[in-house]
């Protein structure tokens, strides 16, 4: 589980976030080196069945980096799908 954040840190994120985007002038071109992606591209999903002690140790691991598990699950699937690809 991911930690939450302080509401007073939230707030103060929202309001640089919304005085940032206040001042952003869009006629501009993006930086040298900028990458654009489109991170709410569909998706397909994928289901996997675990043991309770599986999960668990998933859950626990994903707990101390402070992530969520599905985030870490899918980081360790793409990096193992990324050695496999060279390997080949």
Do not use: C
Not at 47 to 52: G, I, Q
Not at 63 to 88: F, G, I, N, V, Y
Request: hydrophobic letters at 40%; aromatic letters at 4%; charged letters at 35%.
């Amino acid at each position: 589980m991911a930690k939450k954040l302080d509401p007073h840190e939230a707030s103060a994120a929202r309001e640089d976030a919304r005085r940032l985007e206040a001042e952003a002038d869009t006629r501009e071109p993006y930086p040298d080196g900028t990458v654009v992606t489109r991170p709410n591209q569909a998706s397909r999903m994928f289901n996997v069945r675990l043991s309770d002690e599986q999960f668990a140790a998933i859950q626990e691991i994903a707990e101390s980096q402070h992530l969520p598990m599905s985030t870490m699950a899918r980081a360790w699937l793409l990096d193992r799908l990324d050695k496999e690809r060279r390997a080949s």
